[in-house]
């Protein structure tokens, strides 16, 4: 894959040195970059907006939509030391440029976001306000602001299950594996994450309990109190199995955590209209399950248990992820083309 991405990248220079041989005036090499971003060729773009800007002080027709797109590009591609710096020339060269909010709003997002540096991000902000004074958009500015900022200042991960909310959502068409590389799901054998140990589900004189084995089938253990033990899922640690039982008769559902060491069993929480699918944080201290529609967390001992959202609802998930930053949360509900739905967590604000 990197030796395709490679010629790629080295197909696609050569082809704008051939085409630049052609005809090189500024105004062409223009041309041809905003044709190329419109066709979705970034590597090209990007090498002929940085051309045209960096090569033609003379060109100053288009220069602040080329450096803007630009930015817009490098942006996109995840570049964000590189478009930090052209949006910031944006900023101190052309104050009055019709898309000075927009640049404001690619500033603020790299300084919260990627830098991790709110008090840029404010002066951005300001420089906004000045210009534009209160409206929706520094509303909507002000609020990210705080949420990136609140986001950032400690580890989710060292609080506990009470202390935690989320504080905002996106969807996403798909996820990164290298943020997300533990996801929890239906399958027939959950593996431990160093594929040395598996779990499945084996019927037992017309019942179902869970059974842990080594990848090379060497040893076999029945879990303990696993009748009808559902969606298994082992933590990140291995130390820990998560699952699910239900009870027909009174249709509830209990989650069970089972400690490999000790060969113990016990039940966290019981009631209906618990999902059947549980996720474990990347240091194994809380669990996120579904229960009425809404994400809750409970701590890993069964002492609290948290509503993590008012706002939020899903149902049916088969699928959900903690991000191994601590962060993030992801699910995605059983509805046909469902997205994903990311949310991202905070410290729980005090009423």
């Known amino acids: 894959m990197r030796k395709r991405i490679f010629f790629s990248v080295i197909a696609c220079f050569t082809f704008v040195s051939i085409m630049l041989a052609l005809d090189e005036t500024p105004e062409h090499i223009y041309n041809m970059a905003t044709d190329a971003m419109a066709k979705g060729e970034d590597a090209v773009a990007i090498q002929l907006f940085y051309k045209v800007t960096e090569q033609y002080s003379d060109f100053k027709k288009y ?29 101190s060269k052309y104050k009055k440029y019709s898309k000075i909010d927009k640049v404001y ?9 990627e830098f991790n540096d709110n008090e840029k991000a404010k002066k951005i902000r300001a420089l906004y306000a000045k210009q534009f004074g209160q409206d929706t958009t520094l509303a909507n500015i002000d609020r990210t602001i705080e949420l990136l900022g609140k986001e950032k200042n400690y580890d989710i991960l060292k609080l506990d299950a009470s202390e935690i909310e989320i504080s905002r959502a996106e969807e996403a068409d798909d996820f990164q594996p290298d943020i997300f590389p533990v996801l929890c ?6 593996t431990t994450l160093d594929k040395t140990m598996v779990i499945e589900r084996k019927p037992v004189e017309g019942l179902y309990y869970l059974f842990i084995e080594n990848a090379n089938k060497n040893d ?20 820990y199995v998560i699952f699910t039982s239900m ?48 994400p809750w967390l409970i701590n890993r001992d069964g002492g609290i248990i948290s509503k993590i959202s008012n706002d939020f609802k ?36 005090l009423k």
């Open 63 to 91: 220069r602040p939509d080329a450096r803007f797109m630009l930015g817009q590009l490098l942006f996109k591609t995840e570049r964000y030391d590189e478009a930090e710096k052209v949006f910031t020339d944006i900023v």
């Open 105 to 113: 709003e690619y500033l603020i997002y790299i300084y919260s976001e």
């Open 185 to 190: 799901y239906e399958k027939d054998k959950p």
């Open 220 to 239: 076999e253990r029945k879990i303990p109190d696993s009748k009808n033990g559902y969606m298994p899922q082992w933590s990140w640690d291995k130390k």
């Open 247 to 294: 009870n027909w008769k009174t249709m509830s559902r209990s989650i069970k955590l089972y400690n490999v060491e000790k060969n113990k069993t016990k039940i966290l929480f019981k009631s209906q209209k618990i999902e059947p699918i549980l996720c474990f944080s990347p240091d194994s201290s809380k669990i996120l399950f579904i229960y009425q529609n809404f």
């Open 314 to 349: 899903v149902k049916d998930i088969f699928v959900s992820a903690w991000a191994n930053d601590g962060d993030k949360i992801l699910v995605k509900e059983g509805k046909s083309g469902s997205k994903y739905k990311i949310f991202f967590l905070a410290k729980r604000e």
